[in-house]
Structures are given as C-alpha cells and as structure tokens.
C-alpha cells in the first residue's frame, strides 16, 4: 500500500471538500498500487496510486485522469531533493499508467478516449513552511524529468493547496447564503486559444491548468427583480496580492477582451492573499483605467459592476490520525 494507512482518508477529504467544488470525480480504489508494466525501466514492480481524479477536457473530446501522489507534510519534510524525488517518481508511474494493464483495469475507461497526467499535492499539516515551495522548485528543468511529451505532472504546492481550499469554500458558502444558485447551476469560462477553440465557453469543471493559473472565471445565472430578469454575473477568483494597480488593470483588460462586461453583467474579484491596501489600489485602479478612456459615462458605469471582496483563507484538516506515522 502507499505511505500512509491514512491516505484513503486525506484523499476522500480533499475529493469532497476541495476537487467536487471543481467538478472533478474519482475513479478506482484509493491508496493502491499497480503493476508496473516497464519493470526492468523504472527498477520496480509496482507504483502508487493514492487516488485518480477525472474530468472532462473542456478543449478536446476526452477524459483527463490524474494520477494522484498525496503528500501531508510537516515543515521539516520540504527540501528540494525530497520534492524532486517525488516528482521523478510520479512521473515514472504516469509513464506507466498509459500502458499498464493493471492500471487500466483499476482506474481506466476502455470506451472513451483519454489521456493519463500526474498530481503532485503538498500539503503543510502544520502550517508552519515559510519558504515559497515555488521558488524551491524555480531552477528545475522540466526536460529533466523523463515522461512522454503529451503527459504531464502538475505540482500544486502548499500555497496553491491552500488558496484552492479557500476557493472551494467560498464557493460553498456563496451557494449557501443564496448569493450563488447552486453548484450545479455554475460554469468555469474557457476562452477561445490561439490554435484551438472550447467546445463550449462555460463548463462544470476547473481544469488542473487552470486551478494552477493565476486566476479562475466563475460563470452564474440568476434571477432577479418583479420581472424576473436573468442576470449574468462572474466570480473572478484571483491569487495576487493586489500590491499594484496594473495587477487590476490587466483582470479587466482581460474582461473587456473576452466581452464579459456586458450590458447587465457583473463581476466580483475575490481575493484570499489580498494585502491590506488591495481595496484601495482596486479603487485607483478603476479610476485610472476609466481617466484612460476620457471618463465616459457609459464606460464608468461598467467599471462600477466590477466589485472587490476579500475571502476568507480557511483551515484545512489533512493530517494522519496517528502523528507517529511516517510522513512521507
């Protein structure tokens, strides 16, 4: 089995409090390893899987699986060469999961087409890592790490864990209080790319791309007023700091360039690392880019529907029951 006889119970703790949000599902056994289908290659027999996610691919016609390596972590345990050994592993293991038939027939979809990828999950129990796993990771070259070139192994670090989670929950507590419809009734927007287009703008699911990116578009319906009109509305959860206006001016070059700002649409940016002036600088911001376009009227009231809300960065309960298990 993997690590921990605990990690059946972290990774159904993030699929139902963090990944469900995003519309991510799970597949197979959790904790559970496959056989190796390149033995005498990758020196083993077996390798973990401590649980598969899945999606929809919101840009190709196929599922997305994951292959998952959970990791809870105490401060002492993030060094370099212990996340560069877990990265070289996973990616031998998502190497083999396209070809081994155990995997498939643990976690694998024989009727759809599909690709297999890598998750990295770090996450500091003890809340105490000070140094940016990010910048650890700065000087490392992908091309280092041996895996086929339509694969790849995303690393979502502490700081990534940490503000996702506060994403999820926001999310929830919206729906909750009635200022969202209802998980099922919100979109994630996919903007057309260079070389290839959505097949649909809006879709239930937040890729692994794009809850690793700087910024995630939450798309909503909803009704109001006697006559019942339907209003389009957008949650734009954003990572930054807010240190500076440019950090807003470009969010809404992004809106006015996508036409997300509209004649009725509003936007909330929501914000868990908001520093303590990001309000302020939000406020000059909106002024300095309407100063820019001659203070039109029309134009003003447009930029007066985008809006700026702190939230709550939340505490996440991922830690072995029993502290004397290794931890990884």
Known sequence: MSETSNIAEIGRKVANEIFSVFGWKTTGPKDHNFECARPDDHEKDTHPSDVVFWYEDPYANQKIFLNTDLKSWKKETFSKPKIRGEIARLCQAVDCAGTSPSWMTLFGDSNTNFEVHGLLFLFNRDGALETSVSRMLADYESESFTLPKHQRVFVFTPETVNYIAAVANDIKVSCGEGDLPGLRKLNFYYPDLVEIRPRSHNRNVATAEVLGGPWQVLRYNDKFGAAR????????????????????????????????????????????????????????????????????????????????????????????????????
């Open 229 to 328: 009109h339907r209003q389009v509305g957008y949650y734009v959860y954003y990572r930054g700091k807010g240190s500076s206006e440019d950090e807003y001016k470009y969010l809404i070059d992004f809106f006015f360039r996508y036409q997300l700002l509209g004649d009725d649409e509003v936007i909330s940016i929501r914000m868990p690392f908001a520093n303590e002036h990001a309000k302020a600088v939000f406020t000059r911001a909106k002024d300095s880019y309407a100063s820019e376009f001659f203070n039109l009227k029309e134009f003003r009231e447009r930029l007066d529907r985008i809006t700026f809300e702190r939230i709550p960065l939340i505490k996440l309960d991922l830690s072995p029951t029993d502290d004397a298990i290794p931890n990884g």
